[in-house]
C-alpha cells in the first residue's frame, strides 16, 4: 500500500467512534483461522490533497471489511463495502451500503463484482473504481478484518443491536428472534456476516451491517453524553489493533464531533440494483435509481431529507 504510512488521522476517529472499522463479509471458518493477527489499515484517499478541517466541512470515508481473514500484506477480498459520509455542519451523516456481488467495470480489469477491487488493486484501486461509479470524492479510507472486528466489539462490552427479523442462518451460526440483541465481538460478527435466514440475501445482510454500524454509533453517543471521557476508551479500542499511528489530537477532534450525532441523524441506504446472472455467476445489477443516490450524496454527503 503506497500510503499506509502516510496517515494523518484528520477523519479517522470516526472509524473508532463509530466502529466503522468492525464490518466483515462472508468467509469460510478456515479464512477465518488464517488471520495471524487483528489489522486495522487507515489511510488517506489521496495523498497531498487539502482535505476539509475537522469543522463543517462533510468528510467521506469507505469502510472495507476484508473476507480472507489475510495480514496486511496478503491477497484480499472485500465483502463488506460501505461510504460513511460524515457532516458535522448539519450533525447528520449517511450510511451507503454496497452489495459485494455489484457487477460494474473495475479500471483495468473489465466489469466484474465490485468486490475483487481490493483483490486486484488493494484500497488504492477499490477507491478509484467506487469514485468512477458513484462521481462521489473518497477522503480516507480503513480496511479490516475477523479478528479486529471481534476484539473491538469486545473490548467495548458489546453492544445492543436491534435485529429487525427472526434470523436463523446455520452457516454463521447466528440465531435470534426479532428484538434488540446485546452482542459480543463472536455474535456481531455473525450477525454481520449473515446472508442465510434472512429476506433478501446479500442486500439484507449489506443492510444490516449499517444498521449493525448505527448501533455502535447509538452506544457512543450514549456513553459520550454522560461521560465525553468515554471516547478514550474508543480510541484505546481502535489502537489496539491498528498498525499505524495516528497523532492523538487528531483522533479526539473527529471523535468528539462523532460523538454528537444523534443516532436518529444517521440515514442507512443500500446501493439498489436487481439480482441477475451473468453466464453461470449470480451478480447484482445496478439499478437507474442509483444514480440519484450518488448524485445526493456527492453534495454534502448526506443521502435523503436534511
Partial sequence: MTRKATIAGILLAALIAWAAISVVGDA???????AAQPFLELGVAHPGEHYPPIGTEPIVFLVLG????????????????????????????????FPRDLW??????????????????????M?????????????????????????????????????????????????APKGKLDMSGKVA???????????????????NQGIFLTAMLSKLHKQFASNPNAVLDWIGAGLRSTQNDIPLDQLLALAFAAGQIPPKNVNN????????????ISVVELAPTADKIFADFSKDGLIGKR
Fill in 104 to 125: 460494474i467495470p473495475i479500471p483495468g480489469h473489465g466489469t466484474t463484482k465490485i468486490n475483487a477491487a481490493t483483490e486486484y488493486g488493494g484500497a488504492d484501486l
Fill in 28 to 34: 469460510s471458518p478456515s479464512h477465518q483461522a488464517a
Fill in 189 to 207: 460478527l455473525q450477525f454481520s456476516r449473515s446472508r442465510y435466514g434472512v429476506p433478501n440475501g446479500d442486500f439484507s445482510r449489506t443492510e
Fill in 269 to 280: 441506504t443500500v446501493v439498489p440494483g436487481t439480482v441477475g446472472n451473468v453466464g453461470a
Fill in 127 to 175: 477507491i478509484q473504481t467506487i469514485e468512477d461509479l458513484t462521481g462521489i470524492q473518497i477522503d480516507y479510507y480503513a480496511e479490516t478484518g475477523f479478528s479486529t472486528f471481534r476484539t473491538i466489539v469486545s473490548d467495548l462490552g458489546g453492544v445492543i443491536v436491534p435485529v429487525p427479523y427472526a434470523i436463523d442462518d446455520s452457516h454463521t451460526g447466528f440465531n
Fill in 66 to 97: 476484508d473476507s480472507t481473514g489475510r495480514t496486511t500484506e496478503e491477497s484480499r477480498i472485500s465483502d463488506a463495502i460501505h461510504l460513511v459520509g460524515f457532516n458535522p455542519g448539519l450533525n447528520r451523516a449517511s450510511i451507503l451500503n
